[in-house]
């Protein structure tokens, strides 16, 4: 069952814009309610929870905010539309704890859909608060469930330290500037030892904070700084806006290093990724292989079977090769791999991923492609990364010589 947006809305013509944006740019299911009625109705009789709900405040059988509050108490995370800016309204909707609001404008459903996919994609994010004080790690614990973080906690910058090693995946720290055995600055600067800038964003705080401390943050490392206490908004923008920086340049460096089709790394990753494994002498042997008669394929049936072929293939060499070395797709239906290893050793592994290929086959509108690959292996031995590769053609092109479906070196 795909993940639900529930939606609760009086205007069947504004639920039905909510739902068609949900699902375009989503793609999740949505369930719709117009009234406190229905979405008691569709509660009951639903099989497995809402991810997120979004409800209007004011619905024509009930009080205001009356179904946001049963969303709520069904521990549903819920984003409330309102016409209303009223300083009174925004109190009792933070009281309330909802996750966000949406002020209905003419962008008023662009900025929805973004708070939404936010929600969504945050439960796989990991946030580290670094606080002495109890109440300010928890109050910033609170704020960053609402929007569905995984959220962890330090009291001090050494306590920070070992969380980050014993959870690698954190991609956000807020750090308080006071605090005992390491402050906010000396944890910043020890985190940038290991962590840059494009990997993990950090967040500096303070209550005692003078015009320097903002800059005293920057200069040490830290991608922003907020003063304590801040409102709830400034909160969840400033650490939005650090996350979406973050999210933006794993986009740009995946558009520049792994290949758009088979997502494996590309010819530029293997390169540069390569040319260091061989400074560090972390390679012993190189492969290639070529798909045979690819030419063919995209002949007799178009190519779009030969890109599900490439992807195909691309599959195989992940699973038998991905974690004994470096692969990539080099272009067309060339790819190639450095391993670790001996030729002895390799001959077996190379052998297994040539046999594999042979065994399957692609179903692709009711026929069955086969696909056989060349496979050319060379030692480096000091070589530079163009020298192995030009010794690993070689003999890729007599194993095409030889008859195809075989492996040379």
């Given at each position: 069952m795909l993940p639900v947006i529930l939606v609760i809305e009086g205007s069947e013509i504004q639920a039905r814009m909510i739902g068609d944006r949900v699902q375009k740019d989503l793609g999740l299911e949505v369930w719709s309610a117009k009234n406190l009625e229905g979405l008691e109705d569709l509660l009951h009789r639903a099989q497995g929870r809402p991810l997120i709900a979004v409800s209007n405040l004011i619905l024509p059988d009930c009080e205001p905010g009356q179904a946001v509050d049963?969303?709520?108490?069904?521990?549903?995370?819920?984003?409330?539309?309102?016409?209303?800016?009223?300083?009174?309204?925004?109190?009792?909707?933070?009281k309330k704890q909802v996750a966000d609001y949406v002020i209905k404008t003419s962008s008023s459903l662009s900025e929805l859909t973004a708070i939404l996919k936010r929600l969504v994609h945050n439960a796989q994010f990991e946030v580290l608060i670094v606080d002495d004080s109890r109440l300010f790690r928890q109050e910033q614990a609170r704020l960053l469930k609402l929007f569905r973080f995984v959220v962890f906690e330090a009291s001090n910058g050494v306590e920070a330290l070992a969380q980050l090693q014993a959870h690698p995946e954190v991609r956000l720290v807020l750090t308080d500037l006071e605090m005992p055995q390491l402050n906010?600055?000396?944890?910043?600067?020890?985190?940038?030892?290991?962590?840059?800038?494009?990997?993990?964003?950090?967040?500096?705080?303070?209550?005692?904070?003078?015009?320097?401390?903002?800059?005293?943050?920057?200069?040490?490392?830290?991608?922003?700084?907020?003063?304590?206490?801040?409102?709830?908004?400034?909160?969840?923008?400033?650490?939005?806006?650090?996350?979406?920086?973050?999210?933006?340049?794993?986009?740009?460096?995946?558009?520049?290093?792994?290949?758009?089709?088979?997502?494996?790394?590309?010819?530029?990753?293997?390169?540069?990724?390569?040319?260091?494994?061989?400074?560090?002498?972390?390679?012993?042997?190189?492969?290639?292989?070529?798909?045979?008669?690819?030419?063919?394929?995209?002949?007799?049936?178009?190519?779009?079977?030969?890109?599900?072929?490439?992807?195909?293939?691309?599959?195989?060499?992940?699973?038998?090769?991905?974690?004994?070395?470096?692969?990539?797709?080099?272009?067309?239906?060339?790819?190639?791999v450095m391993l670790d290893e001996s030729l002895e050793s390799a001959r077996p592994l190379l052998e297994g991923l040539r046999q594999k290929t042979a065994e399957s086959a692609l179903l692709w509108k009711g026929q069955e492609l086969k696909l056989t690959v060349s496979v050319g292996l060379t030692l480096i031995d000091g070589q530079s990364l163009d020298a192995g590769l030009s010794a690993a053609d070689k003999n890729l092109y007599l194993a095409k010589e030889r008859g195809r479906n075989q492996l040379v070196g």
């Open positions: 049963m969303c709520l108490a069904e521990g549903i995370p819920t984003v409330v539309l309102t016409s209303s800016f009223e300083p009174q309204v925004r109190k009792e909707l933070l906010g600055l000396q944890l910043t600067n020890e985190i940038r030892k290991t962590y840059p800038k494009d990997k993990l964003a950090i967040i500096g705080l303070s209550a005692y904070a003078d015009d320097e401390t903002s800059a005293m943050f920057i200069k040490n490392g830290a991608n922003d700084f907020l003063r304590k206490p801040f409102l709830q908004e400034e909160f969840n923008c400033r650490v939005q806006q650090n996350v979406e920086m973050l999210e933006y340049i794993q986009e740009l460096y995946l558009a520049a290093y792994q290949d758009f089709l088979t997502n494996l790394p590309n010819r530029k990753h293997f390169f540069e990724a390569g040319g260091q494994k061989l400074a560090n002498r972390k390679a012993q042997c190189l492969a290639m292989f070529d798909l045979d008669h690819f030419k063919q394929i995209n002949d007799q049936w178009g190519h779009e079977a030969g890109d599900a072929v490439l992807c195909h293939f691309a599959a195989l060499l992940k699973e038998q090769l991905g974690e004994r070395g470096l692969i990539a797709r080099l272009g067309g239906e060339e790819f190639a």
